[in-house]
């Protein structure tokens, strides 16, 4: 049930980046959206892929990598504004800048941002 609201929050304050997102709201977000973006990757290369690329007249096997894979980009759409937002909110919740996020533009970036998503909630 947590995780079921957790996705509802998500989708719901997809533009509020002044409140706080807790530890367990963020990586239960991200494991919906991996599983959700996985789901999709496996629907488009085994179904949906083959049966475009089929109306076009090409043959195509499953999973083959030159299938089109629209429901995973419509997915990675749909998806990403709420992943930064929650990103940002559990950045706040670590007493830290929401700016800080800009530091996933970078390569090295990463590895500050997993320390701010792991920190306990500031007092």
Do not use: H
Not at 22 to 39: K, Q
Not at 52 to 62: F, K, P, R, T, Y
């Amino acid at each position: 049930m947590k995780l079921l609201n957790v996705i509802q929050a998500g989708f719901k304050n997809y533009i509020n980046i002044n409140t706080a997102a807790s530890r367990s709201d963020f990586w239960l977000w991200l494991l919906f959206v991996s599983i959700f973006l996985c789901t999709s990757l496996v629907i488009d290369g085994a179904y949906l892929g083959p049966w475009i690329a089929g109306l076009s007249g090409q043959e195509v096997m499953a999973f083959d990598q030159d299938t089109p894979k629209w429901l995973s980009l419509v997915s990675l759409l749909i998806l990403i504004i709420p992943t930064i937002t929650v990103a940002m909110r559990r950045i706040i919740d670590a007493g830290f800048s929401k700016w800080w996020i800009l530091l996933s533009l970078t390569i090295i970036g990463f590895l500050p941002l997993l320390f701010f998503w792991m920190k306990k909630r500031r007092k």
